[in-house]
Structure formats: C-alpha cells, structure tokens
C-alpha cells in the first residue's frame, strides 16, 4: 500500500520560495507519475505539476509555469515541488498523488494514492 506523505507548508510573503516534500512510502512500481495538486478555499482541485515516470516528462501548470519546478529523489523515494515568486493566489492546501498505472497520466481522476495536504499560505 503506497502511502504519500506532505510537508514543506507554511506562511510566506509574496515573491517569497518554499520547496514541498512527499515523501513515498510503500512504493515498488516502475511506473507511476506524481503529481501536485492543488485547493484554494471554494474551489475545484486543479492541477499543478506532475511527473510521470514513464517516458521522464514533466508537465506544468499555466499559472505557475515558469515559477514552480517538480522534481524527485529517487534514494529517498521523495518528491518536491520548488515554489519561487509566490503570489497569494497560490495560496491553497497542496496535495500530492500518484498514478500507478503502467501508462500513467496526470490527470485528477486517474490518482490512485493521495496524500493529506499541506497548506500554503501567500500573505503579507
């Protein structure tokens, strides 16, 4: 049973960075893709980045293309998620999931797993 685990949360100033953690455990695929989503108070879940590790893309995002970078440790079965140039429209509970599917996708609906969420909060 895989099990995902955030951190990294907290409460930033805008144009400030924090760098989230999931770490994975339980976890013995060889494909899979993780991805971030997230969740602002009275709104859908919407998509941030994923990786899949499938064919190594990776994918981002409109809104934080350009500012957030996914990446992962493989020895510690860890994925991050580098925030830089916050804004409070950022602001939401960051989950990550994952796809464990052979040909995984990135997709909200397709994620096997999630984690409990961290929040991040973008305020003076």
């Known amino acids: 049973q895989v099990q995902l685990v955030e951190s990294g949360g907290g409460l930033v100033q805008p144009g400030g960075s924090l760098r989230l953690s999931c770490a994975a455990s339980g976890l013995t695929l060889d494909y899979y893709a993780i991805a971030w989503f997230r969740q602002a108070p009275g709104k859908e879940r919407e998509g941030v980045s994923c990786?899949?590790?499938?064919?190594?893309?990776?994918a981002y995002d409109d809104p934080v293309n350009g500012r957030f970078t996914i990446s992962r440790d493989d020895a510690k079965n860890t994925f991050y998620l580098q925030m830089n140039r916050l804004k409070p429209e950022d602001t939401a509970v960051y989950y990550c999931?994952?796809?464990?599917?052979?040909?995984?996708?990135?997709?909200?609906?397709?994620?096997?797993?999630w984690g409990k969420g961290t929040l991040v909060t973008v305020s003076e």
């Open positions: 999931a994952l796809d464990g599917d052979y040909y995984p996708g990135c997709g909200v609906d397709g994620m096997d797993y």
């Open positions: 990786i899949n590790l499938h064919d190594g893309s990776t």
